[in-house]
């Protein structure tokens, strides 16, 4: 113990001795540690620890090839996502989402606020449901019928300082009126920032477009897909 006491010394007293080498030495270890830190906390989150959620390790991300363009990870459509249900038995369900940001009032003060617009099985994907009210309902996907919204925890409490009776009233997006239908739970991990920019912090249906005779490919809405795998079906299949 004495030894190392000594030899602690002698490492001050040369450190003091030659304060620019320290200084070099000390931001050099600072550097080194933050760099290595940072690296480690990308990789954890990105490779090593585990979605939050539900049954992640069957959640499948799906885009398009449009090779006549040169596009090689585009969006799909709606009824890319309707071929997607009928035409295959890989997924147990399939969703759709993409980024909204609407200007939200009508209760408390006017915000411009991170959202996505879903399709009507998105819940059911995303392994929850909300703790208040329900989810969207498929005809709901319809124009005309989608003035509907599904607050996170956080804007509920925000904008209606947590009101229990909070499904059924009116708020304005975009200046529209849209009636609330469900509030999320606490818990529930939005969909990550890297796919949608920014979490999301409402929810309203995405809107297929359809004809007298189906859905409509031909200037059909772009989306992004999300499906929950059937189990027994390999990830590459």
């Known amino acids: ?76 459509s709606h009824t890319d996502v309707v071929d997607f249900r009928t035409q295959t038995t890989l997924f147990e369900s399939v969703t759709t989402f993409n980024s909204y940001t609407p200007l939200i009032s009508g209760t408390g003060e006017p915000a411009r606020v991170n959202g996505a617009l879903v399709g009507d099985d998105f819940f059911n994907v995303m392994g929850t449901q909300p703790f208040l009210g329900r989810g969207f309902l498929a005809e709901e996907q319809n124009e005309g019928k989608d003035q509907v919204v599904v607050l996170s925890y956080e804007l509920w409490q925000r904008q209606l300082n947590g009101d229990p009776d909070a499904v059924g009233k009116t708020i304005l997006l975009n200046l529209r009126p849209h009636t609330i239908v469900g509030v999320l739970p606490q818990n529930f991990h939005s969909l990550p920032a890297t796919l949608l920019g920014k979490p999301a912090l409402l929810y309203r249906p995405a809107v297929e477009v359809t004809s007298e005779t189906g859905p409509v490919r031909t200037g059909a809405f772009d989306t992004d897909t999300f499906d929950r795998a059937e189990p027994g079906h390999p990830r590459r299949q």
């Open 1 to 76: 113990m004495d030894s190392l006491i000594k030899d602690i010394r002698f490492a001050v007293r040369s450190l003091i001795k030659r304060p620019s080498f320290t200084v070099v030495a000390v931001l050099t270890l600072a550097l080194g540690i933050g760099a290595n830190t940072a690296i480690f906390s990308v990789v954890y989150s990105v490779l090593l620890k585990s979605p939050p959620f539900y049954r992640a390790d069957r959640m499948v991300l799906l885009w398009g090839d449009d090779r006549a363009e040169g596009d090689a990870r585009s969006q799909v």
